[in-house]
């Protein structure tokens, strides 16, 4: 087990060198004839099956880029690339009890995104971007510019990447999601405030594919939901706007141990 910086930020002729150094290191210490294959979870939309990043909001540099032939060359293996969302989905489905069959898991942090299960099988949508909900149109955003170009995306009233400007322009002193944790877990007022309100939010825009989607349970991940006040904000617009044939999905609830507040990150967490 290693944790190592991922900079997506920085393109794929950056990061990808620099984590393959490391995944090198850590197949020469049980032997490299030993290494089989690998996987690579990414925070963007992925083509699975041609095993490249597909427009990315936050990815500067990776779009069309072949991220699964890269290490593939490299390592001499096979390589599956994934979303993370999805990876979160996937890992929430083994762990759980396997009468779930129905599922759907929100990843919350820096950027917003949603995996399901459907049939006990991992849905990747007709061209691989099911649960991007994250430019999902909010009416109360409809002046703020999103990462795409457009305007009212959820991800500028509910993300953690939106949080930071918003608390900025109040006067906290905040660079990434992990301050807005760190100011919400102290009970400062205003971080205590707005991640409510992107709670309310995200939750409000959840039941839409929860009434949708009648998933038998929603699993809240991420490290915003590791925040009380954040779920429990997303929980009360979720029931509240969400009634599948005249009930609600079962649970809402955050995420249990086995997949961590970063599960699924293409990089440590936000």
């Known amino acids: 087990m290693s944790t190592v910086p991922f900079a997506t930020e920085e393109g794929p002729e950056v990061a990808l060198p620099g ?7 850590l197949a020469e210490q049980p032997g490299r004839a030993l290494l089989k294959g690998g996987g690579l979870s990414l925070p963007g939309p992925v083509d699975f099956a041609s095993g490249v990043v597909t427009l990315p909001s936050r990815m500067p540099g990776w779009n069309r880029f072949p991220v699964r032939t890269w290490p593939e060359d490299r390592f001499g293996v096979p390589v599956a690339i994934e979303h993370g969302a999805n990876c979160m989905a996937a890992g929430e489905h083994i762990a759980q009890p396997a009468g779930r069959r129905q599922l759907t898991t929100v990843k919350s942090g820096t950027a917003i995104g949603v995996g399901s299960i459907a049939d006990g099988q991992l849905y990747r ?3 691989g971007i099911a649960g991007e909900i994250t430019h999902v149109r909010v009416e109360a955003a409809d002046h ?3 990462s795409r170009g457009s305007a009212g995306g959820l991800e500028t009233v509910a993300s953690g990447a ?3 400007p918003i608390l900025r322009e109040r006067g906290l002193e905040v660079t990434s999601t992990e ?5 919400a877990c102290d009970a400062d007022p205003e971080a205590t405030r707005a991640v409510r309100q992107a709670g309310r939010y995200l939750g409000m825009a959840l039941a839409a594919n929860v009434n949708f989607f009648n998933p038998d349970v929603v699993y ?3 490290i915003l939901s590791t925040l009380e006040r954040f779920a429990a904000a997303v929980r009360s617009r979720l029931r509240a706007g969400s009634r599948c044939g005249g009930r609600s999905p079962r649970h809402c609830t955050r995420s249990p141990a086995m ?4 599960a ?3 990089r440590p967490p936000p």
């Open 179 to 183: 301050d807005v944790v760190r100011l």
């Open 220 to 222: 809240l991940g991420g």
């Open 125 to 127: 949508g007709g061209s």
């Open 144 to 146: 703020i510019p999103c």
């Open 162 to 164: 939106a949080l930071v």
């Open 19 to 25: 984590l393959a150094q490391t995944l090198e290191g």
């Open 259 to 262: 997949t961590t507040p970063d």
């Open 264 to 266: 699924g990150h293409g």
